[in-house]
T-cell receptor, first 114, second 112 residues
């Protein structure tokens, strides 16, 4: 069974440009999460989809970030325009059920904004 | 105050020793507690979950929870070099939507 896959693994862009990160969850997992880790800090929650609906987007930093999950399958996270402080590793995770706490993580997309 | 606090380490232990990793959390409403292991450059992987006070053992790993003290720990017995990784403590509230909050992680080094 394929795990959570993320693309790209690393993206280097200049301040003001746009980047779109993609996450393919494990097939059949309705719950999809985006997390971000900035250097030296903890992995911070961004948002949670249940199928195509945003269940909780309280962790989204600001309106430069837009997450979508059309059709309830893969998800995209767009940053537009990117700022220096957006640099970090963006993790996607999926879960089959809500009550086990078992999140299956992708290997992350490292974003570097210059 | 951070929601989930861990000593960043590194914690160095000799091979075969017991490694003890600790974590405190601030939200008294937290209901579920997890330990994830993350090898360098890889994704976090769940290794233990605990929901009630006391100890939970799984092979060489024992998770301990004390809700009154808001304290979670992970013991690794007979530590192996392959256990060298960053261990993330994570906490989930009772909101039902599984928002998992992570600590910064403790880096463990097992010296052969």
């Amino acid at each position: 069974e394929a795990g959570v896959t993320q693309f790209p693994s690393h993206s280097v862009i200049e301040k003001g440009q746009t980047v779109t990160l993609r996450c393919d969850p494990i097939s059949g997992h309705d719950n999809l999460y985006w997390y971000r880790r900035v250097m030296g800090k903890e992995i911070k929650f961004l948002l949670h989809f249940v199928k195509e609906s945003k269940q909780d987007e309280s962790g989204m930093p600001n309106n430069r970030f837009l997450a979508e999950r059309t059709g309830g399958t893969y998800s995209t996270l767009k940053v537009q325009p990117a700022e220096l402080e957006d640099s970090g590793v963006y993790f996607c995770a999926s879960a089959e059920r809500l009550n086990t706490g078992e999140l299956f993580f992708g290997e992350g997309s490292r974003l570097t904004v210059l | 105050q951070k929601e989930v606090e861990q000593n960043s380490g590194p914690l160095s232990v000799p091979e075969g020793a017991i490694a003890s990793l600790n974590c405190t959390y601030s939200d008294r409403g937290s209901q579920s507690f997890f330990w994830y292991r993350q090898y360098s450059g890889k994704s976090p992987e769940l290794i233990m979950s605990i929901y009630s006070n006391g100890d939970k053992e799984d092979g060489r790993f024992t998770a301990q929870l004390n809700k009154a003290s808001q304290y979670v720990s992970l013991l690794i017995r007979d530590s192996q070099p392959s256990d060298s990784a960053t261990y993330l403590c994570a906490v989930s509230d009772s909101g039902g939507y599984q928002k998992v909050t992570f600590g910064t992680g403790t880096k463990l080094q097992v010296i052969p």
